[in-house]
């Protein structure tokens, strides 16, 4: 019988650091990974003003704070833990760090200010992280986004485009998408990415489909003919080119290979005439990646 860790120092050593160096952190680097970073001096209550992790980019800014709980407590009661350091960090950076909560089973990210803490799949990646500041930073309202009229050019998809970036601006991290044969669900779908694309809302977007000619159609007709610039290619498990910004795979082929992808790749997946019963058969490839999700049908 595998015991638990029982200390915050043994989730850290047992738990914690195998996941860092899972999403590609190099835990022995301290230029990268470092442990109990002081923020506001040592001994100062309430938490002692120290740190779990300080995770940080390549110029030596912080990007992220990781606070880690023992198995026995929930990841989240480091939420005014981890609020009070990333809000000490940013008056020393230009920016705000990320966050993460994690008791080893369970891990939590937030954006503190600007999101709520979420549960996710595990850690994000560095080139994760990098990217998701990068849209942060420079990203554009999608209320103020023009839609591409080249690419759908009927009211009834501008209103379906419209409300889904509605849900997505109310905070919402999911949207479901109604529209009926023959009303151009593929080009309202472009358009779409196209906006997220121009307003720097996604760099990385899936496409998902239950069957290869779905799968096909999304390539060719979709991404090759409407956004024909950007760089696209289906996902096997045999390969996956992660220099991409477009990826269409089927919901079978994912559910083999999307741990090989972290859990931070992907801004945005559109699941294609997915029904609820394959929601609930490949649940945990649904909720694998941290992305908005768009459900079509």
Request: proline share 4%.
């Amino acid at each position: 019988m595998r015991m638990r860790p029982t200390t915050e120092a043994a989730t850290r050593a047992l738990l914690i650091d195998p996941a860092l160096r899972s999403a590609g952190w190099n835990t022995n680097d301290r230029s990268r990974v470092a442990l109990e970073i002081p923020v506001d001096g040592y001994d100062k209550e309430p938490w002692n003003g120290v740190t779990d992790y300080c995770l940080y980019d390549a110029t030596g800014n912080v990007i992220a704070v990781v606070e880690a709980k023992k198995c026995s407590r929930h990841a989240r009661d480091a939420d005014e833990q981890l609020k009070h350091y990333v809000t000490e960090i940013a008056k020393r950076q230009s920016f705000s760090p990320f966050g993460f909560m994690s008791n080893g089973r369970d891990t939590y990210f937030w954006e503190v200010g600007i999101a709520n803490p979420r549960p996710i799949a595990g850690f994000f990646s560095p080139d994760d992280l990098d990217r998701l500041l990068f849209l942060r930073q420079n990203q554009l309202p999608l209320a103020s986004a023009s839609i591409n009229t080249a690419i759908a050019d009927r009211p009834y998809q501008h209103e379906a485009i419209r409300r889904v970036a509605e849900a997505y601006t109310q905070g919402k991290r999911r949207a479901l998408l109604v529209m009926a044969t023959g009303t151009g669900k593929t080009r309202t779908t472009m358009a779409l990415i196209d906006m997220f694309f121009r307003m720097r809302q996604a760099q990385h977007v899936l496409f998902v489909a239950d069957r290869d000619a779905l799968v096909d159609q999304a390539l060719t007709d979709g991404f090759k003919a409407h956004l024909p610039n950007e760089p696209r290619d289906r996902i096997y498990t045999h390969r996956i080119d992660t220099s991409k910004r477009l990826f269409v795979v089927t919901l079978q082929t994912l559910s083999l290979c999307f741990t090989k992808l972290s859990p931070g790749f992907f801004d945005l997946v559109i699941f294609d005439e997915v029904h609820r019963s394959i929601f609930n058969r490949f649940s945990e490839v649904v909720e694998y990646f941290d992305a908005r999700l768009a459900a079509r049908r």
